[in-house]
T-cell receptor, first 111, second 115 residues
Framework: KAGVTQTPRYLIKTRGQQVTLSCSPI?????VSWYQQTPGQGLQFLFE???????NKGNFPGRFSGRQFSNSRSEMNVSTLELGDSALYLC??????????FGPGTRLTVL | AQKVTQAQTEISVVEKEDVTLDCVYE???????LFWYKQPPSGELVFLIR??????QNEISGRYSWNFQKSTSSFNFTITASQVVDSAVYFC????????????FGSGTKLNVKP
């Protein structure tokens, strides 16, 4: 069974731009969660989607948004990028009530 | 408030030594879940174990063992006879009954196992 895949793996953007990251969950998994990992703040929960609905949201500004498609694939978008948005963005998928499986992440650098 | 504390930032051991990674958590919920994940240099978080709050039985899996003590709000992880391949960052995480997939992670412990 294929694992969680994230594209792209690396991304370089400049301040003020916007970016879209993609996550394909493990086949059959309907829950997709996103996390931001930075050296200063560690791993922080962004949001969770289940059956195309946002089920949970972390404490991030509105510049961070996401969506989930009918095939459970998910995208997250960050608008008006700031230097502090440079991070590893991890996506995780799970079956209902089961442990989360993480993808390799997208490393975003904002210049 | 929910919080996970991993006080050990970095630990270095020599191969074959035993090592314990500490995890202390805070939650007001009576039903909650605790996890350990391993993050190798590649970046992907690898699931190791899940424990629910009603199951205080310790678990052993090969060289890995976990000690869950509700009385001290701790969920410690021991690697016996460490190997170089165990070198990674280890994260402890907490989630709650009605927000199962919303993880609160500790800051991680970087384990260096030297040959």
């Amino acid at each position: 069974k294929a694992g969680v895949t994230q594209t792209p793996r690396y991304l370089i953007k400049t301040r003020g731009q916007q970016v879209t990251l993609s996550c394909s969950p493990i086949s059959g998994h309907r829950s997709v969660s996103w996390y931001q990992q930075t050296p200063g703040q560690g791993l922080q929960f962004l949001f969770e989607y289940f059956s195309e609905t946002q089920r949970n949201k972390g404490n991030f500004p509105g510049r961070f948004s996401g969506r989930q498609f009918s095939n459970s694939r998910s995208e997250m978008n960050v608008s008006t990028l700031e230097l502090g948005d440079s991070a590893l963005y991890l996506c995780a998928s799970s079956l209902q009530g089961d442990e989360q499986f993480f993808g390799p992440g997208t490393r975003l650098t904002v210049l | 408030a929910q919080k996970v504390t991993q006080a050990q930032t970095e630990i270095s051991v020599v191969e074959k030594e035993d090592v314990t990674l500490d995890c202390v958590y805070e939650t007001r919920d009576t039903t909650y879940y605790l996890f350990w994940y391993k993050q190798p240099p590649s970046g992907e978080l690898v699931f190791l174990i899940r424990r629910n709050s009603f199951d205080e039985q310790n678990e052993i899996s090969g060289r890995y063992s976990w000690n869950f003590q509700k009385s001290t709000s701790s969920f410690n992880f021991t690697i016996t006879a460490s190997q170089v391949v165990d070198s990674a960052v280890y994260f402890c995480a907490l989630s709650e009954e009605y927000n199962f997939n919303k993880f609160y992670f500790g800051s991680g412990t970087k384990l260096n196992v030297k040959p």
